[in-house]
């Protein structure tokens, strides 16, 4: 390695850019640059890593070449680029975090509404057999040619296409198509239709990272710990809430078993008890108010609120929570453990 600066690529065109830089600003590591026509810029919390904006298929090819040491990247692209008939080629490649939960769609197959006769790759196998061969419009060759093989399907040829792929059945272009499906409207709107079975992958961002920068560089290496740090943190964080309460109780034990008794507020390890200290010593009871503290899911708030008034819980408090840290984020080791590999 010849080069000083770390380099964190951001895809530059799509919803994945702004998924990609949404994602960022919520993690506490804003992308920075001065002008929307700019194609590099600052990332703020980490000094001395220039963030840049290139193509999906540039992103893959430069951290498999080494030019570039990070990237946000969609699973899609990564997997099209790094077929599993060719692992060699990507082995410089280093998945450090594969569920962001952004830009998430399908890769699936597609076929004309009118073919009433095909709705699973079973019938999808005799169609192939009676067209000899079944034309396959996609951006995703490697993934088509590897699951059609895989299933069974066959004669089939794949069909090169760069623009829009919904009217390649329509003009005859291709029989059936094989393109990314967020919520299949698109696909309704040109008479197409997906089949039962026919998933390939369930695609979302993924970040990933230079093998041999993350070994060869400790600046690298600690720049990946950073980014799994608050990642992970917020990842953990999101939808979660603080929920803080007094309730009465003859000691913090006593309050714990009330609270584990429940199945929505025993907190992510076990509830925070501590004392309330009234403002008069002298009317202190032995049955004490004692404060309370969990961690408590967005879709579970409703009934933690319930649960904790049955228990006599009163002047409940909700917060939202931008950060969880781990003791060690488990990404972290995972990375150390493929590196050294």
């Not at 080629?89 to 998945?95: A, G, P, R, T």
């Not at 299933?151 to 393109?179: M, N, R, Y």
């Not at 202190?284 to 933690?304: G, P, T």
Request: net charge negative; charged share 25%.
């Amino acid at each position: 390695m010849t080069r000083t600066d770390i380099r964190f690529a951001i895809p530059s065109n799509g919803r994945l850019e702004k998924d990609a830089l949404a994602f960022m600003d919520a993690c506490g590591l804003p992308v920075k640059r001065r002008n929307p026509r700019q194609y590099t810029a600052t990332i703020r919390g980490l000094p001395g890593v220039t963030a840049l904006w290139q193509r999906q298929n540039d992103i893959v090819r430069g951290i498999r070449q080494g030019s570039l040491d990070f990237a946000i990247v969609g699973l899609d692209a990564l997997s099209e680029r790094c077929p599993q008939s060719n692992p060699e080629l990507c082995e410089n490649i280093v998945v450090l975090h594969d569920e962001l939960g952004i830009s998430q769609c399908e890769l699936h197959l597609a076929v004309p509404s009118q073919w009433h006769d095909v709705d699973s790759l079973a019938n999808l196998k005799q169609k192939a057999k009676e067209l000899n061969p079944l034309r396959i419009a996609t951006k995703f060759p490697n993934l088509t040619e590897q699951f059609m093989l895989d299933k069974g399907i066959q004669p089939f040829e794949t069909v090169k296409a760069d623009g829009t792929l919904e009217i390649a059945p329509a003009i005859d272009f291709a029989d059936i198509i094989v393109d990314l499906v967020s919520t299949g409207t698109t696909l309704k709107a040109n008479s197409l239709k997906q089949i039962n079975d026919g998933m390939m992958l369930h695609s979302q961002g993924v970040l990933v990272a230079s093998k041999q920068a993350l070994k060869e560089r400790p600046d690298v290496l600690a720049t990946a710990r950073i980014l799994l740090e608050y990642f992970a943190a917020y990842l953990r964080a999101k939808d979660s809430y603080t929920v803080t309460a007094n309730v009465r109780g003859d000691s913090p034990e006593a309050v714990s078993r009330m609270m584990l008794d429940k199945a929505h507020i025993r907190g992510l390890q076990g509830p925070t008890i501590s004392k309330v200290v009234p403002h008069d010593p002298t009317q202190e009871a032995d049955n004490q108010w004692y404060a309370i503290n969990i961690i408590v899911r967005r879709d579970a708030l409703s009934d933690a609120i319930r649960e904790l008034r049955e228990i006599g819980g009163s002047g409940v408090i909700v917060t939202e929570v931008r950060y969880i840290f781990e003791e060690e984020p488990i990404r972290y080791q995972a990375m150390l453990e493929a590196i050294n590999a």
